[in-house]
């Protein structure tokens, strides 16, 4: 499986078109070959997860293919006539733990399991409805913390809708830097805490990938 994000910064005159083509880009994409998962994703600093974070000029497709990709080009070409940046992460999934929509989406490649150049992750959560302060008095000190971390090359919030569905991307310079974020962060550790104590999510998902290569726009 190969798995891609693509990641489109937008004209400013190009906003209202960028909200449409993510209204009929699933309805297009459930029909296309060898494509076995997709999600259009809206952006956001991911620093409060709520909608002031939302970048309305930068917009993602995460698409997972079982075969060649060469049915996305239509797609890919309206998106990148709206664009005046593109990048793309082409991966291959090392580790995946949950669910996304009720599927796991991700099917690890064991020939990455020793993968040892630049790391990526992607979190996913549909939080509790009734949790959903709780949950967002929690975030600002992780996210603070992430985006100090060292080995940290990039990182984005992602999401299918301003609130209640929230995800983040993050680029690591290798596992072990991604590890000491994941292990050894004290906010980081105390929120996984709160989280199993608190109950915050109704579906959850976190998976680490090979970056197999970046192309495009430079995201660093």
Not at 112 to 128: K, L, S, Y
Not at 144 to 155: E, F, I, K, V, W
Not at 164 to 170: P, R
Not at 174 to 198: G, M, N
Request: net charge neutral; glycine share 8%; charged share 20%.
């Amino acid at each position: 499986m190969t798995v891609v994000l693509d990641i489109w910064t937008v004209r400013p005159t190009a906003v209202p078109r960028a909200f449409w083509r993510m209204a009929r880009d699933p309805r297009r994409l459930a029909h296309v070959d060898d494509l076995d998962f997709h999600k259009s994703l809206g952006t956001g600093a991911g620093r409060r997860f709520t909608a002031r974070d939302a970048d309305l000029r930068q917009w993602a497709l995460l698409t997972c293919w079982s075969g060649p990709d060469d049915a996305l080009a239509p797609t890919l070409g309206k998106w990148n006539a709206l664009a005046e940046g593109h990048t793309r992460f082409t991966m291959a999934a090392i580790a995946s733990h949950g669910r996304w929509s009720g599927v796991e989406p991700f099917t690890p490649d064991p020939a990455f399991a020793r993968h040892d150049g630049p790391i990526a992750a992607i979190t996913r959560a549909r939080v509790r409805t009734g949790l959903w302060r709780s949950f967002q008095r929690a975030v600002p000190p992780v996210a603070s913390a992430l985006h100090a971390t060292d080995g940290l090359l990039y990182r984005i919030g992602i999401g299918e809708a301003p609130i209640g569905l929230q995800g983040t991307f993050s680029v690591w310079r290798d596992a072990a830097a991604l590890r000491s974020f994941a292990y050894e962060s004290p906010e980081h550790v105390a929120v996984i805490e709160q989280t199993r104590s608190t109950g915050w999510y109704s579906e959850e998902l976190f998976a680490r990938f090979a970056v197999v290569d970046v192309s495009g726009d430079s995201p660093w």
